[in-house]
């Protein structure tokens, strides 16, 4: 047990869904992020939340968009999504120090398909 | 921009062989470096990490890591393997004194361990 959960484990969605991923860190951290991990690529990382508020935002397209309401909890809402966007996602949380960087924290993923 | 490269995709290795997971990167600013591991249908995990000091890191699981500045490599190495090591290692840098953790990663390399 990581401390950091996610839900669901997999999603198959076409591409005129709405879903959206959940990520919660049990560890009093407050830092979280998206990742994203497909075959062959390295992590790609999406978004960052320092303190609730969005403070990296890697050039990611509008259809995915992510939510941060505490600083336990993180989601990422997804709409009309493409095929290649289908890959593994990652949350992960950290305690944000400023000059101390401490380890990252990874959930388990959530595997997504769109077809 | 901070960048990784892991050579090699995949090692195949017998059981009790030693081996040795290659990473390089390159940065023109002082660095952290950090191997994680990712056991399959889970998320990554901190096998260790060099922030400064001793240029010989060890890790969990009887892991070790060298950081080499004039040959800006941060190689992983285990003296004897053991089946359950069958993993993706990720090996990853980042700049220092960021106040949360931006993480490069590179590829991956698969470490086969065989009877």
């Known amino acids: 047990e990581t401390g950091v959960t996610q839900t669901p484990r997999h999603l198959v969605m076409g591409m005129t869904n709405k879903k959206s991923l959940k990520c919660e860190q049990h560890?009093?951290?407050?830092?979280m992020y998206w990742y994203k991990q497909s075959a062959k690529k390295p992590l790609e990382l999406m978004f960052v939340?320092?303190?609730?508020?969005?403070?990296e935002n890697n050039s990611v397209p509008s259809r995915f968009s992510p939510e941060c309401p505490n600083s336990s909890h993180l989601f990422l809402h997804l709409h009309t999504l493409q095929p290649e966007d289908s890959a593994l996602y990652l949350c992960?949380?950290?305690?944000?120090?400023?000059?101390?960087?401490?380890?990252?924290?990874f959930g388990s993923g959530t595997q997504l398909s769109v077809l | 921009a901070q960048s990784v490269t892991q050579l090699d995709s995949q090692v195949p290795v017998f059981e009790e062989a030693p081996v040795e997971l290659r990473c390089n990167y390159s940065?023109?600013?002082?660095?952290?470096l950090f191997w994680y591991v990712q056991y399959p249908n889970q998320g990554l995990q901190l096998l260790l990490k060099?922030?400064?000091?001793?240029?010989l890191v060890k890790g969990i699981n009887g892991f070790e890591a060298e950081f080499n500045k004039s040959q800006t490599s941060f190689h992983l190495r285990k003296p004897s393997v053991h089946i359950s090591d069958t993993a993706e290692y990720f090996c990853?840098?980042?700049?220092?004194?960021?106040?949360?953790?931006?993480?490069?990663f590179g590829t991956g390399t698969r470490l086969l361990v065989s009877p």
């Open positions: 992960a949380s950290s305690q944000d120090r400023s000059g101390d960087n401490e380890k990252l924290f």
């Open positions: 560890l009093g951290h407050n830092a």
């Open positions: 939340y320092s303190l609730e508020e969005r403070v």
């Open positions: 940065s023109s600013v002082s660095v952290y």
């Open positions: 060099y922030l400064s000091g001793s240029t």
């Open positions: 990853a840098v980042t700049k220092r004194y960021t106040g949360f953790q931006k993480l490069v």
